[in-house]
């Protein structure tokens, strides 16, 4: 895929992503108008990611998702059985999320994290739920 005008901000993403597997940890936010292409930034840093053999969840939060607690983070989580949730965090969707859940997924993500970079993708975060993130 090609972004035409994105050359310094890919070149951004590929040093921060550099520095990731050598270690470093990493936030990067990706913001603009509407339909100024962050969407597709963000699929490309998935891409390139994932090619470099970093370890990648995504998620897009939904206005419609804002009031399910921990939304996001089962999106992160989905199909990943070594970053699973609780069972009873994930069968109440309707109830707060706990500490110890939060600090069981950051355990399994420093986990993960020791093989290769862990890289977290969320498209659309402010529409993410609080407890996701807390």
């Keep these: 895929m090609t972004l035409v ?8 993403l590929d040093e921060v992503l550099a ?10 936010l990706i913001e603009g108008p509407a ?6 930034l963000v699929d490309t840093v998935v891409e390139r990611a994932a090619a470099a053999g970093a370890t990648v969840l ?11 607690p921990l939304g996001v ?11 699973a949730l609780p069972e009873d965090a994930l069968a109440a969707p309707g109830v707060p999320s706990r500490v110890q859940d939060t600090q069981s997924f950051c ?3 420093r986990e ?3 093989a290769a970079p862990v890289v977290l993708c969320v498209d659309d975060v402010r529409f993410a739920d609080d407890a996701s993130l807390a």
């Design 5 to 12: 005008g994105r050359t310094a901000a890919i070149g951004t």
């Design 19 to 28: 520095e990731c597997f050598a270690g470093v940890s990493r936030t990067v």
């Design 35 to 40: 339909g100024c292409g962050k969407s597709v």
């Design 58 to 68: 995504c998620a897009v939060a939904s206005p419609a998702e804002q009031d399910v």
């Design 73 to 83: 983070i089962r999106q992160l989580v989905h199909g990943d059985p070594s970053l």
């Design 107 to 109: 355990a399994a993500l």
């Design 112 to 114: 993960a994290g020791r």
